[in-house]
């Protein structure tokens, strides 16, 4: 499934070194909205929890679960609106040491690292130094220098590139294409 991120090799590297369990570390994901960030561990999470033949298309129980957000082993914290605060941090580390419940591993993904509160980020640390075994990590953030440096040096960085304006503009006029069709 990871052969769907497109024009991210290094990131993909570095997600299918998670897959193959070579990379146990938080991982920091750093990269403007729009690089596919989310999209690769929302895969990534797809492809290690599949029960079935691990395409995109699969409609086994664990996919299903992940597509419409109620797998119990997948977590995303966004900051939306407002800093991520020291109870959702501590809520989210509770859920971290509790064992997956139908899959091999429990997975969160904080979209907004650069928006912890330092409260938040403080508790945070202990976990993200020594995780759980059955826990993987991933912190989302648009550049590295909103995310404070012991946060920083807890994971390792991998930076998604800007899209090719080749691959924008085909992606824009496939969707024209579609709509044109409709």
Known sequence: MLSAVREQEQAVRF???????SLTSPLLLLGSEGTGRRFAIRLLTRTMFCTGDKVESCTCFDC???????HP?????????KDIGVEAIRSLIEAAYSSPSISSHRIFLID????LTAAAA???LKTLEEPPSRTRFFLLAESKN????TIQSRCSAVYF?????GYVLS????????????
Not at 171 to 182: L, S, Y
């Open 15 to 21: 997600l299918t070194r998670v897959l193959e369990g």
């Open 64 to 70: 299903i679960q992940l597509l419409q957000n109620t």
């Open 73 to 81: 082993d997948y977590t995303e914290l966004s900051a939306g609106e």
């Open 112 to 115: 907004g690292a650069d928006r």
């Open 122 to 124: 403080n508790a945070f």
């Open 146 to 149: 909103g995310v404070i440096p």
């Open 161 to 165: 590139r800007p899209l090719s304006e």
């Open 171 to 182: 992606k824009v006029q496939q969707c024209e294409e579609i709509g044109r069709a409709h």
